[in-house]
């Protein structure tokens, strides 16, 4: 099913993501995780590509694979398209193909932190003509509420964005961020450029104080006072943090609800237990509101 349908027919749309475990472990560790995220009944999980060393791009495949076979869950597989050759990404398309999956997140990828550079690739809009041409594939696009790292601001990243999406994107995934007015004046600039396409909100619940660092260097996200303060609070203590950034992801969430947003899309870190709690707080009201669509 292409997931672009899951938009029409919902008032909010509730997907998961995953990264595949590294190549010199068993796929079968991620069997147990996958497992307990199937109890969540999401509308989709969506699989990482190459990020974090670039060790796992073919487990991309198999398990986008195994999220539709094994498991019955629509999946939307990543890949990314900087230092990648036509010849590489036309096998890939004919893997997705052959094993029967509808969805691909078109991306550009981060650039090699060697700057050596031996792609076919510039911009994930050149990707997406790519995938078109390919196929009959569903396909979304990664955005960013506060402009991407290497837009000098906000509106300029817009106009690629707008571009982008004018290639044939059927929806946006947002980058992680902690800071709700963020995006609804991301969402009120999109709307004002003629960005028409449905925008889900990639929420990251903050688990532990290692992931802050990391998430201000892939991301430079604005962490909002009441966020720093449970660091400085919670920080050392594994348990507190854990439950604080479980609650300040239900907060986000419920508030983007109320606020209309099209869907949540979880980054799970592979961690059921977070993705569990969060499910459980704001499952029935998720509930609530695409019955009230239906009706
Ligand atoms: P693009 O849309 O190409 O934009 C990149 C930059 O180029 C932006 O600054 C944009 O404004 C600019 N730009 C675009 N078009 C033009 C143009 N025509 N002229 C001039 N400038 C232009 N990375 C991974 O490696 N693996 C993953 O699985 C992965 N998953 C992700 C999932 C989500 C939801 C998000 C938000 C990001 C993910 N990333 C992943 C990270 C992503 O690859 C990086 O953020 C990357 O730097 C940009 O990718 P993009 O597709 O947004 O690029």
Redesign the pocket.
Known sequence: MKIKKLFAEKKVVFSLEVFPPRNDVPIEDIYQTLDELQDIDPDYISV????GGGLNKNRTVEISSLLKEKYGIESLA?L?CINSTRKTLNQILDNLKAKNIENI?A????HPDDGKEIGDYT???QLVDHIKQKGDFGIA??CYPEG?L??DSLE??LI?LK??VDHGVDYL???MFFENELFYKFRDKAAAKGIDVPIEA?IMPVINKRQVSRIIELSDAYLPKKFTKILDKYGDNDQALRDAGIAYAVEQIVDLIASDVDGIHLYTMNNPYVAKKIKAAVGSLIDYINVEKAD
């Open positions: 990482t590509y190459g990020a990543h990314t997140l991306l550009r990828g981060d911009y994930a809009y696009a990664a991407h290497e837009s300029e990243d690629h571009q982008k995934i947002t980058q990639g």
